[in-house]
């Protein structure tokens, strides 16, 4: 979470793999306290979009809607790697690659200027590494280490956080342009780049344990 009051930037951040519903609201609440600027003087919200996990992509999305509905106010969609991207300092183009598991990878180009180059993808590791063969490459991201591990020398590790910083996200946010915040979708919609793990029950399967059971 991250809150500008002039020219300050007030953060707060917190890893977590599970709770993101109980600890957003309150955080948000404490940056703001921080900021003195109260919930209903907030002017524009942004808000990552994905790639990145079912239920941390729905819990933010679901805050900031319920929020710009509350208020009034713009929203904007920020993409994961995006955000990842913007914390790049470094003068050679750039690769965001997530690891998914099951050798897929969530995956972005940028150049030197970090102008994205392609729209996230979900690629395997060979995928990955075969992006721009001719260039050598920054890599960033949670699956970095296994693009530099596959595809040699010409893969360089940057010090970016394998995480959207929030305070990322605002920078972004603010580059944009009035006109770019009013082409932003009034209600903004996760990217998912591939369907979710977890399956409905099989109703047959709950009725065939019950007649065991049964008998």
Known sequence: MALRNADTVFSEIQTMTRGHAEALMPM???????????????????VTVGPGTFSGVRV?????????????????????????????????????????????????????????????????????????????????????????????ARFQLAEIADYPDAVQVLHVAEALSDQDWAAQPRHPEP??????????PNPDKQLRRQSDADA
């Open 60 to 152: 933010g999305l679901s805050a900031m809607r319920g929020l710009a509905l509350a208020l009034d106010i713009p929203v904007c969609s920020i993409g994961t790697l995006h955000a990842m991207a913007a914390a790049h300092a470094g003068e050679t183009p750039l690769i965001i690659s997530v690891d998914a598991r099951r050798d897929t990878y969530y995956t972005q180009s940028f150049d030197a200027s970090g102008q994205a180059l392609d729209a996230p993808q979900a690629l395997s590791l060979a995928q990955v590494v075969g992006l721009h063969p001719d260039q050598t490459l920054a890599v960033a991201g949670s699956g970095a280490a296994h693009v530099q591990a596959a595809g040699g």
């Open 191 to 200: 990217l998912y780049l591939r369907p979710p793990d977890a399956t409905l």
């Open 28 to 46: 948000m609440a404490r940056v703001c306290a921080q900021a003195e600027i109260a919930f209903e003087n907030l002017e524009r919200l942004a």
